[in-house]
């Protein structure tokens, strides 16, 4: 891959880290990442990635904009009130990188229609909000043995990590949440600082840039618990369960 002029100004900054060079940036440009739910985490999740170059980015989601979205769900404004949410973020990632294919899923992902675009990504990134959703998510990302990248968010609260699912030594989402059920809490119902997504949206944006560049340590193992009120950072480890029904043998 030959950069253009244009291209070696847009990514500057990402070439001079030694981490990234021209070949991490050749590897974002080749990238296919599928971002599920463009709401508080999905936001800068696809800005952060269309910015970064990410080659070709899905982002899927079947709500529309409303007016409470906009305290923290950045990629979309006023003007977006009432239609949907991908064709809202869409506008926002084009019109910072008009160079990279960005394609938006008005729908709800599940059933085949998740399979086939688990099967087509090279990482998925999970920004829903309801348990069932992630474990369905889960399920799909260990049938294709794909990255995920999960965080969720709560109040002041949040956590991220990253399973390398259907990989014989990774945990996946299930094996650490497989028992429980979905609580119902939720931003709706328990509200939500609006940078907290902000902070865990933008370290899913990391997490997966990591992936594709092939450096650092990545999360795969760990979780990372963030509190914003003590702003205080935990890690715990996140053990494959043998057992497991989803990934265990
Ligand atoms: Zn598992």
Known sequence: MV???NELSRYSRH?????????????LLSAKVLIIGVGGLGSPVALYLAASGVG???????????????????AHDEQGIGHSKVSSCYQRMININSHIKINPINDKLNGELLLSQVAAADIVVDCTDNLTTRFEINQ???????????????????????YHC??????????????????????????????VVGVLGSMQAIEV??????????????????????????????PK?????????
């Open 56 to 74: 070709e980015i899905t982002i899927a989601d079947h709500d529309k904009v409303e007016l409470n979205n906009l305290q923290r769900q950045i």
């Open 3 to 5: 950069f253009s002029d």
């Open 140 to 162: 799909a990302c260990v049938t294709y043995k794909k990255w995920l990248v999960s965080a969720a968010v709560i109040r002041w609260e949040g956590q991220i990590s990253v």
């Open 209 to 238: 840039i990591k992936l594709i560049i092939n450096k650092g340590d990545s999360l795969i193992g760990r979780v990372l618990l963030f509190d914003a009120l003590s702003m205080q950072w935990e890690s715990m480890q996140l």
């Open 15 to 27: 070439i001079l880290l030694p981490e990234v060079d021209v070949q991490g940036q050749e590897k």
């Open 241 to 249: 369960n043998p057992n497991c029904s989803v990934c265990g043998s």
């Open 166 to 195: 259907g990989h014989p030594d990774s945990p996946c989402y299930h094996c650490f949440y497989g028992g429980r059920n979905d609580s119902r809490q939720n931003c709706s119902n328990s509200g939500i600082l609006s940078p």
